[in-house]
């Protein structure tokens, strides 16, 4: 009878100890999980203000104008009034063409200088310096300079030009070279993200496929093309829809280096819209053409990733 009561008295004070280390747990788990929500609620929090918030102000405003003060609900008025400016059509072309030299330039150039620096075996840290170095700079700093090498007058560049025995170029100054040279200066000034990341996926690449494609005879451009790019397709499929996105969207350049001159030749549509709100005070306009804008990339964006879904499972 001793036993028994002895035996259920350790369990009793077995069971208890169970319960408070239990609860403890519990309540160090619930310690835990309420500093994670508190800083995740922070981070949401900002989100939806500065994110959502002036995304969805600004579908309504795209429906609405304001008349002295009263705001009054037009529909898709202000979208037949972007659709008939004849800068929106420019501005879209302007875009695209901005679009399509970037990708042949400032797409190709970083995967190039990232495949020169990763066969260097020393001095990759300052190359990787050196390179990033542009987009350490303050982007209004770095187009200044540039606009500066490009004056057509004692511009840097003439002056190489001059000492090479070649005509001289108008650079920003004339309708067929601007878009070329804000695409230079953009690539310039962004391309040291890009670099970084194409470096970091070609060490990832095993050695042993590079040293299996000498072995079989392959050159330098052989193995860049059975090796690296296979190697790197994810990457630099991902690079190109950020790109895309991005150029698209281009603005600080045209603003700095040519105020979207000559002859509106480098507007575009992002610089539109800002002459919308800025220029021309039509605050509902320029949110129509954002929400357009919007749209635009949104569509791209998911037909991208239905090819590239297609095609992975291809």
Request: charged share 15%.
């Amino acid at each position: 009878m001793a036993f028994a009561l002895a035996s259920e008295r350790v369990r009793d004070n077995t069971g208890q100890r169970d319960s408070r280390s239990t609860w403890k747990t519990l309540r160090r788990a619930t310690g835990r999980n309420l500093r994670a929500h508190a800083f995740l609620f922070g981070a949401l929090l900002c989100f939806v203000l500065f994110t959502w918030y002036p995304m969805i102000r600004e579908i309504i405003m795209s429906f609405q104008r304001v008349h002295r003060g009263q705001t009054t609900w037009v529909g898709l008025g202000n979208y037949r009034q972007v659709a008939a400016d004849p800068e929106f059509w420019q501005a879209w072309r302007n875009t695209l063409e901005f679009t399509g030299l970037a990708l042949v330039l400032g797409f190709a150039a970083p995967f190039a200088v990232a495949i020169v620096v990763n066969e260097f075996r020393h001095a990759q840290g300052y190359l990787r310096i050196l390179v990033y170095l542009p987009v350490m700079l303050p982007p209004v700093a770095g187009i200044l300079l540039f606009k500066y090498f490009m004056d057509p007058g004692f511009g840097l560049f003439n002056q190489a030009l001059h000492f090479l025995h070649l005509p001289k170029s108008q650079w920003l100054a004339s309708k067929t070279t601007s878009m070329p040279s804000i695409v230079l200066v953009s690539t310039w000034s962004n391309m040291g993200t890009a670099t970084l990341v194409y470096l970091a996926a070609l060490q990832g690449i095993p050695g042993d496929l590079y040293e299996a494609a000498e072995l079989d005879g392959c050159s330098v451009l052989q193995r860049i093309r059975h090796v690296t790019i296979p190697q790197t397709r994810l990457i630099l499929s991902l690079m190109l829809m950020l790109q895309i996105v991005a150029t698209m969207q281009m603005f600080t350049e045209s603003f700095v280096l040519t105020g979207g001159g000559p002859e509106g030749s480098t507007t575009t549509v992002v610089y539109l819209l800002y002459n919308y709100a800025f220029s021309y005070n039509k605050f509902n306009t320029a949110a129509a053409l954002g929400v357009i804008m919007l749209l635009v990339l949104a569509i791209f964006s998911a037909i991208y990733i239905v090819l590239e879904r297609r095609g992975s499972e291809d």
